[in-house]
C-alpha cells in the first residue's frame, strides 16, 4: 500500500520561502511519477510541478517558474518542492501525488493520472 505524507507546510508573508516534503512508503519515489497539486478555496485543484520516473524530467506552470524547484530524494524516498518568492495567490492546500510507472515515461499533468495522494499541508502567503 503506496502512502504518501506531505510536510512543511506554513504561513508566511510574501516573498518568503517554504520546503514542502512528500514522504513516500510502499514503493520507492524513483519509480513513480510525481507531482505537486494546490487547490484554493473555490478553485479547482492544478498541476504545481511535476517529475517522471524515467529521467526526472520536470515541469512546472508558467507562475511557478523561476520560483519553486523541484527534487527528488531516491535515498530519502522523498519528494521536495522548494517554494521562494512566495505570493498570495499561493495560498492553496498542496497535495503530493504518485502514481507508477505512469504516463509512458513522461511527466503526468492531470489528477486523473494519478493513483495515489497524500493527505495535503496548508500553504498561507499573507502580503
Known amino acids: 500500500q503506496v502512502q504518501l505524507v506531505e510536510s512543511g507546510g506554513g504561513a508566511v508573508q510574501t516573498g518568503g520561502s517554504l520546503r514542502l516534503s512528500c514522504a513516500a512508503s510502499?514503493?520507492?519515489?524513483?519509480?513513480?511519477?510525481m507531482g505537486w497539486f494546490r487547490q484554493a478555496p473555490g478553485k479547482e485543484r492544478e498541476i504545481v510541478a511535476a517529475i517522471s520516473w524515467l529521467d526526472a524530467v520536470t515541469h512546472y506552470i508558467d507562475s511557478a517558474k523561476g520560483r519553486f524547484t523541484l527534487s527528488r530524494d531516491n535515498a530519502e524516498n522523498t519528494l521536495y518542492l522548494q517554494m521562494n518568492s512566495l505570493k498570495p495567490e499561493d495560498t492553496a492546500i498542496y497535495y503530493c501525488?504518485?502514481?507508477?510507472?505512469?504516463?509512458?515515461?513522461?511527466?503526468?499533468?492531470?489528477?486523473?493520472?494519478?493513483?495515489?495522494w497524500g493527505q495535503g499541508t496548508q500553504v498561507t502567503v499573507s502580503s
Open positions: 501525488a504518485a502514481t507508477g510507472f505512469g504516463c509512458s515515461g513522461l511527466v503526468c499533468l492531470t489528477a486523473d493520472d494519478y493513483d495515489y
Open positions: 510502499g514503493g520507492t519515489v524513483s519509480g513513480f511519477a
